[in-house]
């Protein structure tokens, strides 16, 4: 058999996997960017917290991790202290230093997109979203809150498709029976209602729209026109770079490769600082832990000794991905995903939790989403499986998810998925699973200065904003424009005293 290339979403301990630490310059360390990302806008902001030592190498200045000096110090003050630099912390970051003069420390056990968020497809559709369900006021300001992100990159001259894969193709939930059929025709009903602008695309117009599609006479689609892609790696890179800008600013520090072990508290509960395995990181004002489907044990672990306990459900999803490269076979002109994919996440979610609440078997769903890169790689998904905490990459779970495609997509089936072992690429990560089927932010009782924002499952990329807006808020004391009760802490993570 031929190598196969595969490129596997490491666990997040760069101790433990050497793919991470050769992702990036594996010292923890901040930098200044030249970068006007933001115009004018944020420039001349009062100086809040500066104990860097940031120095350019004036000799190799192009690629933006070398010639920067690592922070030597051991001790850091900040306002906000962000724990996890997958999407969800790192844009609570970004919310943070554009809408306050807060300064913001973000820390991680390995570097940016080593968690959940590295491995995303990048859809941010609403087609699978219910109108009416506790995330759709979150997932419709997060739609929003993309839009305007998207406006902005190109109001300055860049090009969205090249700074965040961004691309406006579009999202076709596709259906084969008759049953589908009447699904989705109420789907589109109710988005229509909440103002989406969305279709019932029978399936001779089906056809028309994706010519390479196979679905039979009896099916048929809910087509979004409006729904968006991003590319979850290109979109962090650039979130990331608009955070360095504040650097020169004092306001922005990146910990990258240390594990945050211990919160210091003092005697009255309030949360001063979190340790990592290098530093220590005061914090004024927050301390946010986003640390994915890691945010459970990890809470756990750092109120282990303050007199209670916190029972954060969290759990680890983990979801292959398959990426074939330069795909020319036939054309795909939208996202798409099986109807399935959303009975398969809630039945999934009921089958597989015990009376008792625990997660049971590994219970293994493939459901079929496609979509084409910005650079013309086509993305096949996905798998859903409970394994705990391993990111092994299984190859039958691979051959699945390319017989589930080829159901829909005829032309693969002709072609040997051995053919395109040269061009194909393996992702793999750990979605923040909540038994309850929706993230957990808010402040956590009992601890004052400590929130949480986890638990997105296949949705954090889509929700990103909305939850980052959400924290901010809440931290800030601001009015919010989402409802916060749905997903708050409380009832939801179990308190034991
Ligand atoms: C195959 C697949 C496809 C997906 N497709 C989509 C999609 O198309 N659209 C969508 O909206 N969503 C999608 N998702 C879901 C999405 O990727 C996740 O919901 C999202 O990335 C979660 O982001 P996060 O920041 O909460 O977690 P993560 O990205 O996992 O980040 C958590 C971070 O916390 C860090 N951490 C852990 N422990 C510690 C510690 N002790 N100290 C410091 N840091 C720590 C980790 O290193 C990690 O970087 C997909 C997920 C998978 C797996």
């Known amino acids: 058999m031929a190598a196969i290339a595969s490129n596997v979403i490491p666990k997040p301990y760069p101790t433990t996997n050497a793919i991470v630490s050769s992702l990036r310059n594996p010292s923890s360390c901040c930098f200044a960017l030249n970068s006007s990302l933001f115009g004018d806008k944020f420039l001349g902001k009062s100086l809040v917290a500066s104990t860097w030592s940031i120095q350019r190498n004036r000799s190799n200045g192009s690629a933006p991790f070398r010639g920067l000096k690592p922070i030597k110090a051991s001790s850091h003050t900040f306002d906000v202290v962000v724990v996890g630099a997958g999407i969800i912390g790192l844009t609570i970051a970004r919310q943070f230093l554009l809408e306050s003069d807060l300064s913001v420390a973000v820390v991680d056990a390995a570097v940016p997109c ?27 300001r997060s739609r929003e809150l993309w839009e305007m992100f998207v406006e902005n990159v190109q109001r300055q001259g860049m090009d969205p498709l090249e700074m965040l894969g961004w691309k406006k193709t579009g999202s076709l939930l596709i259906g084969r029976t008759p049953k589908d059929s009447a699904m989705l025709k109420r789907r589109v009903d109710q988005l229509s209602e909440a103002g989406l602008r969305a279709e019932f695309l029978s399936p001779h117009d089906l056809l ?18 409006d ?28 910990f990258y490769n240390e594990p945050v072990t211990t919160l210091l ?52 999803r983990k979801g292959h991905l398959l990426v074939v490269e330069n795909f020319n076979s ?35 769903s493939i459901s079929m989403t496609a979509t084409m890169d ?49 061009r194909r690429k393996v992702r793999i990560g750990l979605r923040p699973y909540m038994p309850d089927g929706k993230p957990v932010i808010g402040a956590v009782p009992g601890l004052s200065s400590l929130f949480l924002a986890a638990g997105h499952e296949g949705e954090g990329l889509s929700l990103a904003l909305g939850t980052a807006e959400m924290v901010a808020n809440l931290v800030l004391g601001n009015p919010g424009k989402v409802d916060l009760a749905p997903f708050a802490l409380e009832n939801r993570c179990c308190m034991l005293r």
Not at 338 to 355: D, Q, R, T
């Open 114 to 140: 080593s968690g959940a968020t590295g491995a995303g497809q990048g859809y941010l559709w609403m087609v699978h979203k219910t109108p009416g369900s506790d995330k759709w006021e979150l997932a419709m």
């Open 208 to 225: 028309l729209e994706e010519p390479g599609l196979m679905i039979g006479k009896e099916g048929g689609a809910a087509f979004l026109p």
């Open 227 to 254: 729904d968006c892609q991003i590319d979850a790696r290109r979109a962090v890179a650039f979130i990331e770079k608009v955070n360095r800008h504040f650097v020169s600013e004092g306001r922005y520090g990146e």
């Open 265 to 316: 508290r003092s005697g009255r509960g309030e949360v001063k600082a979190v340790q990592t395995s290098k530093n220590t990181l005061y914090n004024k004002k927050a301390v946010i832990v986003a640390a994915g489907c890691w945010s459970g044990t990890l809470m756990h672990d750092l109120i282990m000794d303050s007199g209670f306990d916190l029972d954060v459900p969290v759990k680890p």
């Open 330 to 364: 036939f054309k795909l002109n939208h996202g798409l995903m099986e109807a399935g994919y959303v009975n398969h996440a809630e039945g999934a979610l009921h089958s597989s939790v015990s009376a008792s609440g625990q997660v049971d078997a590994e219970c293994l």
């Open 374 to 422: 910005a650079w013309g790689n086509l993305v096949l998904g996905s798998s859903r499986q409970f394994v705990g905490f391993s990111t092994e990459m299984d190859e039958s779970v691979i051959n699945r998810i390319w017989e589930r495609a080829g159901e829909f997509f005829p032309t693969l089936r002709e072609m040997s998925l051995r053919d395109f072992c040269e």
